[in-house]
């Protein structure tokens, strides 16, 4: 059983920051890929960045210069800078580990930027 918890989600004003921080727990020996996707209202579920084992990342356009994914694989968690934030960034921000082909989602952490 494994389970993934997001947190550090909120209300932030547009050009502001939010770190977001997702932990794996359970039982774990080792994980893959780790990710961030979000889902705005009446969209569909989107990927916003996602980071390898080694550490290669992958970015949306929407994200790349104003977000950073990092991990601790010593802790099993994976985080999210976001900076200058805008209000389209509005989302459910989901967390999805990858272990061994099979996936694992978190259950969302609301991000609100105002304008």
């Known amino acids: 059983q494994v389970h993934v918890v997001e947190s550090g989600g909120g209300l932030v004003q547009a050009g502001g920051s939010l770190r977001l921080s997702c932990a794996a727990s359970g039982s774990i020996f080792s994980i893959n890929a780790m990710g961030w996707y979000r889902q705005a209202p009446g969209k569909q579920r989107e990927l916003v960045a996602i980071?390898?084992?080694?550490?290669?990342?992958n970015y949306a356009d929407s994200a790349k210069g104003r977000f950073t994914i990092s991990r601790d694989n010593g802790k099993n968690t994976v985080f999210l800078q976001m900076n200058s934030l805008k209000p389209e960034d509005t989302a459910v921000y989901y967390c999805?580990?990858?272990?061994?082909?099979?996936?694992?989602w978190g259950q969302g952490t609301q991000v609100t930027v105002s304008s």
């Open positions: 980071i390898s084992s080694g550490g290669l990342t």
């Open positions: 999805k580990i990858t272990i061994w082909g099979t996936h694992y």
